[in-house]
Structure formats: C-alpha cells, structure tokens
C-alpha cells in the first residue's frame, strides 16, 4: 500500500474524513472521562517548525504523549535546515529516525518535497497555500454543536488566506456551500476555486456571504511573513469584520470561528471574542482530538 500523507484535506476521501470526525469526537469524550488510548508507545513525532505556533505545537505535542508517544521539536535554529541543507535530504534523515513528522513551513512545494523524500507519514501543520488540520478542528466543532454540516451554507470573510483556500476544499469534501467574500486582489487562488464548481462564490460585500449562512469564519488580516504589509491589509480590510451586525444577516443559530491567534477589533469584534457562549475555544482545543485521530489513522494505515 502507497504511503498516506495528509498535506491537503483532498489526501483522504470524504468517507475517511467522516470517520475521521466522528473517531475525533470520540477520542474527545474518552478524554473528559479520563481514559487512556495508548496506542503508540515508543513511536517519535517530528515537529519541523519553520513558522512560530501555540496551538499547532501544543496539540501535536500533548497529542502524542496521550497516544504513548514522544515528540521532538525541531525549529531552524536547531536543525541543518535553517543552514540550507535540502529538504529533500532533512526528509530522508529525519523520517528514519522518527514514525510520524509534522511541518510547518512557508511555501507549498516545501512539504510536497519533504514528504516525497519521507519514508514514514507527513502532516501539513501549515503552509502559506493550506492548513487542513484547523479545518478538521472546525469541522468537527460545528459537528458537535449543530450536527452534519453537509449542506449548510458557510461564509468566509476577509482575505483569500491558506485558511480561506482549506475551507473551499472542505466544502468539496464535506459537501457544503461556501460563499467568500473578500476586496478585490484578496481572493483565494484562482485554480483552487475552479476546482470547486458551482460549491464556492466570490463577493466583495460581508453581507451578501453572511445572509442565510449557518458558520461565519475569519481569520487576521495579515498572516506570518506579512507584517511588511499590516497597514495596507488594514486599510483594504477595514469593511470585513466578523461583528454582531454582520452576524445579524446570517441564520439565527448561526456560529462564528476563528483559528486564533485574534486581533480583537480589526477581523473580528471584542464583543464576539469574549462572548461566554462562543465556540470558539472549543474549535482550539478541537485541534487536539482532530490530530489525535489523523496520527491514528495515519499511524494504523502506515502499518498495513
């Protein structure tokens, strides 16, 4: 059997992720109730972070040991990688001594490299193109608050991101309809949302996306590597603030997301953040079970 890497949320079928989902929620209930799921022991997590991260190192991490494993961090001061060695070779070198790797890196095509060269599963924690483990976190947060999301309506509002480009393929894959809006030279990659057919619409006004929709997601307007450009994303931005006149236009039970870290009053009001019954919270700390349940599954499939 091919080797299994989680790069994108189109690496596994709709059907796997639906498992995935439901085996997350699960490993989430065992959890509260204290019970162990010591699967691994003795297998190693690589961590190779080239972009900083709180909730990515901390529930990779946690995950691990909750699965009887370990996890080495491994960041470009520590590592050849930060002195220019290939990525092709740092893939080779670091998956023989290691069961599962995690990357969080910049460009695309940097853990498409690494996980060619990769002798064991490859998870992508982030790159500039994807994040499609915090959208198994929210998909699975809205699972647990509102059921199937097969056939809501979702909303994306602010810039055309990684996060924006993962939530148009988990409309492909968890069938659902996702309407972005975003000023002009914001969108998502083009070839992305053709991909995607008639599941994904372009708007430039919030509440043309907001109406009607069941989950209002954002994320900050300027992501790692941007900070050149905070003032002018700032400007151009302005109008696209998850706020509670904008949740007005959408469904009454209609829930709001955020991956984190936020900026409280440019891409999303105080007000939200620091409502006691948002779920937002809930969709961090989903990050833990989500990635317990891909390691699993990858780890189980690695040994077929």
């Known amino acids: 059997m091919a080797l ?3 790069l994108t ?22 959890h509260k109730a204290h019970k162990t799921s010591v699967q691994f022991p003795n297998h190693v997590l690589g961590m190779v972070f080239e972009k900083a991260s709180t909730r990515t190192r901390i529930s990779f991490e946690a995950g ?6 370990h996890a080495i961090f491994l960041s470009p001061r520590d590592t050849q990688l930060g002195r220019g060695e290939p990525v092709e070779d740092s893939g080779r070198v670091i998956s023989s001594m290691c069961d599962i790797i995690m990357v969080r890196t910049f460009e695309h095509s940097i853990i498409e490299r690494f996980a060619a060269y990769s002798s064991v599963p490859v998870i992508n924690a982030l790159t500039d193109d994807h994040h499609p483990c915090q959208l198994l976190a929210d998909i ?17 509002i602010g810039d055309g991101n990684n996060m924006c480009q993962s ?7 968890f069938d659902f309809n996702l309407k972005v809006a975003c000023p002009e030279g914001f969108e998502p990659r083009a070839d992305i949302v053709a991909k995607a057919g008639g599941r994904v619409e372009i708007f430039r006004d919030p509440v043309d996306a907001a109406r009607g929709s069941d989950l209002l997601v954002t994320d900050v307007w300027a992501s790692m590597g941007q900070e050149e450009e905070k003032a002018e994303r700032r400007r151009e ?14 469904n009454p ?6 991956c984190l870290p936020a900026k409280r009053g ?13 779920v937002i919270w809930d969709e961090a700390e989903n990050r833990l079970h989500a990635q317990k349940a891909l390691m699993e599954f990858l780890l189980l499939e690695a040994r077929a």
Do not use: C
């Open 4 to 6: 299994r890497h989680f």
């Open 9 to 30: 949320l189109m690496d596994l079928s709709p059907a796997e992720l639906e498992t995935l989902m439901q085996r997350a929620i699960q490993l989430k209930a065992e």
């Open 64 to 69: 691990m040991a909750h699965l009887g494993g």
């Open 140 to 156: 699975q947060t809205f699972i647990e608050h509102r059921g199937s999301i097969k056939g809501k309506q979702v909303a994306w």
């Open 167 to 173: 939530y148009i393929h988990a409309a492909m894959q």
């Open 237 to 250: 931005l302005a109008g696209y603030q998850i706020n509670s006149a904008l949740m007005a236009h959408a």
């Open 253 to 258: 039970d209609a829930l709001y997301m955020h």
């Open 266 to 278: 440019e891409e999303i009001s105080a007000e939200l953040m620091d409502n006691p019954n948002t």
